[in-house]
């Protein structure tokens, strides 16, 4: 039943993540900063992303009294990352959520069409009972996010919200087509896709940047 939901994009405009990405966008940052301000913004918009997980009352005794308190209704979301520029959102992610299981997708652009090529996927089993937030950081022409999503869905996930750093109006407009139940986080939207595929401005290619392959 996705035909009755909303399509969202939330631009996370919280002032400390819109100038931590506009110092990681900066092309002379340097690696441990550009990773120490990804872990930072990764934290705030798993924040984000978590802020309307569902909660169950329970009964506690404090030192002090008995008293009902919240808890989450349902287990931890899981992380899924999509390989390799997904990883780079992980710590910050796992340091708001530290009992998240993890899964990996690998999907690389094919540098000629640009369309998403599967080369590794190991999920968690339980996706379907939790929140399921997908993770890259550039969501460009939006073909690896969709390709991850399809495969995702497949296997059980139902309630998914894709996180990304940067996104391209043409990303967001191909994931909305194809997963219009799909909420998506970003900090920024951008202006367009160059003719290599490539954000813009953007931040220049994320993989390399995180991983210092350049
Ligand atoms: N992937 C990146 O790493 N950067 C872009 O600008 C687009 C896709």
């Not at 990681?24 to 978590?50: C, G, H, Q």
């Amino acid at each position: 039943m996705q035909a009755d939901v909303t399509p969202e994009v939330t631009v996370v405009d919280h002032p400390l993540v819109q100038h931590k990405l506009t110092i990681m966008r900066e092309k002379d940052t340097a690696l441990p900063e550009f990773r120490r301000l990804l872990r930072e913004i990764s934290l705030l918009l798993a924040y984000e992303v978590t802020r309307h997980l569902e909660l169950k009352q329970i009964e506690i005794e404090t030192p002090v009294a008995k008293t009902a308190a919240p808890l989450l209704a349902r287990p931890e979301p899981c992380l899924i990352t999509i390989l390799r520029a997904g990883n780079g959102l992980l710590d910050g992610m796992l340091d708001l959520i530290p009992s998240a299981s993890v899964g990996h997708v690998g999907l690389y652009r094919d540098p000629k069409t640009l369309e998403a090529v599967e080369y590794y996927y190991k999920v968690p089993k339980d996706m379907g009972q939790r929140l399921t937030i997908v993770v890259d950081p550039m969501l460009a022409t939006g073909h690896t996010a969709v390709a991850a999503l399809d495969m995702l869905k497949k296997d059980g996930a139902a309630d998914i919200s894709f996180v990304c750093l940067v996104a391209a109006p043409e990303g967001i407009e191909e994931l909305r087509k194809a997963h219009p139940d799909v909420p998506v986080f970003t900090a920024a939207v951008d202006e367009k896709l160059n003719d290599k595929g490539y954000i813009v401005p953007g931040l220049g290619d994320a993989g390399d940047r995180i991983f210092g392959t350049k």
